[in-house]
């Protein structure tokens, strides 16, 4: 059985992340700090022979796909399937100012409900569909490779629990998994029931800088 390697990286900071705000589907850029954790993470990864990098077409997460691609010369394949959360009324607001104006949307957001709606945006049980569809085609298109797909850290989250198991069509809530501005998930993908992790949010790439963990807001 041909083993896929599987590389599931978050954009490096954001300026909505460095604000502290939802950045849903916003157009936000990397900060200076992202553009460097981008650079570093791009190092890292090019001593993988990755075969195909994938991205969510957000602005945030094909920057920080960019220079992985320039040092290998390979194309940014960049796809909707794998945005973040459609946040609705909440983009680009604090947590704080979330929770003042829409705190029922906030606090399903927070307890991670996975089949509350968010006005004017999604769920995370739409965004868990239409990701896993696209990673499944991203699996069978590239069988025995190494792949890299960027994202982000919600869309990140439910494709982790998806892969090892760990959310179902019953499930109602999730734990929340961790996932730092440039952090690495990393798998080796035998099967759909042959899945191995080698790492949740690897950073040690990013450690001669300080600041690579930026409070994860969306």
């Given at each position: 059985?041909?083993?896929?390697?599987?590389?599931?990286?978050?954009?490096?900071?954001?300026?909505?992340?460095?604000?502290?705000?939802?950045?849903?589907?916003?157009?936000?850029?990397?900060?200076?700090?992202?553009?460097?954790?981008?650079?570093?993470?791009?190092?890292?990864?090019?001593?993988?022979?990755?075969?195909?990098?994938?991205?969510?077409?957000?602005?945030?997460?094909?920057?920080?796909?960019?220079p992985l691609a320039k040092l290998l010369d390979l194309p940014?394949?960049?796809?909707?399937?794998?945005?973040?959360?459609?946040?609705?009324?909440?983009?680009?607001?604090?947590?704080?100012?979330?929770?003042?104006?829409?705190?029922?949307?906030?606090?399903?957001?927070?307890?991670?409900?996975?089949?509350?709606?968010?006005?004017?945006?999604?769920?995370?049980?739409?965004?868990?569909?239409?990701?896993?569809?696209?990673?499944?085609?991203?699996?069978?298109?590239?069988?025995?490779?190494?792949?890299?797909?960027?994202?982000?850290?919600?869309?990140?989250?439910?494709?982790?629990?998806?892969?090892?198991?760990?959310?179902?069509?019953?499930?109602?809530?999730?734990?929340?998994?961790?996932?730092?501005?440039?952090?690495?998930?990393?798998?080796?993908?035998?099967?759909?029931?042959?899945?191995?992790?080698?790492?949740?949010?690897?950073?040690?790439?990013?450690?001669?800088?300080?600041?690579?963990?930026?409070?994860?807001?969306?």
């Amino acid at each position: 059985m041909p083993v896929t390697k599987l590389f599931l990286v978050r954009h490096g900071q954001s300026a909505g992340n460095a604000e502290g705000r939802f950045g849903g589907h916003s157009p936000t850029p990397l900060s200076d700090l992202g553009k460097h954790q981008a650079e570093l993470t791009a190092q890292a990864l090019s001593k993988e022979k990755i075969h195909a990098i994938y991205s969510s077409d957000l602005h945030r997460a094909v920057q920080t796909a960019e220079p992985l691609a320039k040092l290998l010369d390979l194309p940014i394949i960049t796809t909707p399937a794998f945005r973040e959360r459609k946040v609705g009324v909440l983009e680009g607001l604090t947590f704080d100012e979330s929770k003042a104006a829409h705190p029922k949307d906030y606090y399903a957001l927070v307890n991670r409900s996975v089949h509350h709606v968010i006005t004017e945006g999604e769920s995370y049980r739409q965004l868990l569909k239409r990701a896993t569809k696209e990673l499944h085609e991203v699996l069978r298109t590239h069988q025995g490779e190494n792949v890299v797909i960027y994202s982000h850290t919600g869309a990140i989250c439910f494709l982790t629990l998806y892969l090892v198991g760990a959310i179902t069509r019953y499930t109602r809530t999730t734990p929340w998994l961790v996932t730092s501005n440039c952090g690495i998930n990393r798998f080796e993908i035998r099967s759909r029931s042959n899945i191995r992790v080698h790492a949740f949010n690897d950073t040690r790439h990013l450690q001669q800088i300080t600041g690579n963990d930026s409070f994860g807001a969306r």
